[in-house]
């Protein structure tokens, strides 16, 4: 599985090796050993979410307050979709960028989203399914929107279709409205909550193995941007 961090500090992408056969196809989209190595800590699992959505829905830009904030695995196992992931943390560096990533049911990438990253997607085709693997349940009064067409943000929506919003999305504040209201996250409060994760880890003694059965040499993040070589958890087999 290879790895990749984005120009958002703290966002992975992971791309798995697929195994295409006379029967279809075998791919594990989540490796608890290689997402440990790149985030420094394993991910707990509350919820699972399942949308399908139709050509042009956008859904995000979503968040929640921190702590605890709420982390989501993403992938898309069927059809495709344009993944975004914003900066919204008020102090962070990078505060106000964003970066994307292609998930689709042909190479079954993956996008790790910690928390306090605003998180949004577009569906590029009809009944594209995004499964979601969060860290905390769903909490209504603890939900915050961006809206996703903030020109601001100048997110990359592609041209060709038409964006079609819930109305909670429609109805979200821009940047730089939530930022007035006090309802983003901080970069203190999230760079809290990312030690607390990786210090509960090291008490329980949670870490990837030196080395597998596969025979690779276990993962490792790459520097941010650049692409990581080859690696491996457990490869299930197919």
Not at 60 to 84: E, I, N, T
Request: aromatic content about 8%; hydrophobic content about 40%; some cysteine.
């Amino acid at each position: 599985m290879q790895v990749r961090e984005l120009a958002v500090p703290g966002v992975f992408e992971f791309t798995p090796r697929v195994f295409p056969d006379d029967r279809g196809l075998f791919v594990a989209p989540f490796q608890e050993a290689v997402f440990a190595a790149a985030s420094g800590h394993p991910l707990h699992l509350a919820q699972t979410n399942h949308s399908v959505s139709r050509r042009g829905v956008v859904r995000g830009l979503h968040f929640s307050d921190v702590p605890p904030g709420q982390s989501k695995y993403v992938y898309c196992p069927r059809g495709a979709l344009l993944d975004v992931a914003v900066d919204v943390r008020v102090g962070s560096p990078t505060f106000g960028s964003w970066d994307t990533v292609r998930l689709d049911s042909c190479t079954y990438r993956a996008l790790y989203v910690p928390e306090g990253i605003g998180h949004a997607f577009v569906a590029l085709e009809e009944e594209t399914v995004m499964t979601y693997l969060c860290s905390t349940p769903y909490t209504p009064v603890m939900e915050r929107t961006v809206h996703p067409l903030d020109p601001a943000l100048g997110l990359p929506w592609p041209s060709d279709v038409q964006p079609a919003l819930s109305d909670k999305d429609a109805a979200a504040p821009t940047l730089a409205e939530a930022a007035s209201a006090g309802i983003l996250p901080t970069w203190e409060a999230c760079q809290a909550r990312y030690a607390e994760l990786r210090t509960a880890a090291g008490r329980s003694g949670a870490r990837p193995p030196v080395g597998d059965p596969s025979g690779f040499p276990p993962a490792r993040s790459p520097a941010r941007g650049g692409n990581a070589p080859e690696t491996a958890g457990h490869e299930p087999e197919a």
